[in-house]
């Protein structure tokens, strides 16, 4: 857990791409999790640190879901999630008009 003094240091927002379609999959383990519970697919969520709860912060973006099959492995899963998450603080970060981050009015909902 990030200490709130760090949180508070940053003034807007702060960030962390988390390996799971948030709501479902909190704390660690989350990709293991998604594969022993024979989950479809998964994805990547991006979402503001919130101070004292682990994983709880306003989702901000999801990814496009990548499935998983029987044939899906921790490893390669991983780096897709981490390329996945990325490429979604990439665009949150380039285009700060249209997701109005530094405004604080960012609501996204998986598409």
């Given at each position: ?36 519970n024979r989950e479809p ?71």
């Amino acid at each position: 857990m990030v200490p709130d003094d760090i949180i508070e240091f940053f003034p807007k927002k702060m960030l962390v791409m988390h390996p799971s379609l948030l709501q479902k999959y909190r704390g660690a383990c989350q990709i293991q999790h998604a594969i022993l519970n024979r989950e479809p697919f998964t994805g990547t969520s991006v979402i503001e640190i919130s101070k004292g709860i682990f994983d709880a912060g306003d989702v901000l973006y999801y990814s496009e879901p990548v499935e998983i099959t029987r044939n899906t492995r921790f490893s390669d899963l991983s780096q897709t999630l981490a390329k996945h998450g990325g490429e979604a603080l990439f665009k949150i970060l380039k285009d700060e008009e249209s997701f109005s981050f530094f405004k604080g009015l960012i609501k996204m909902k998986a598409s």
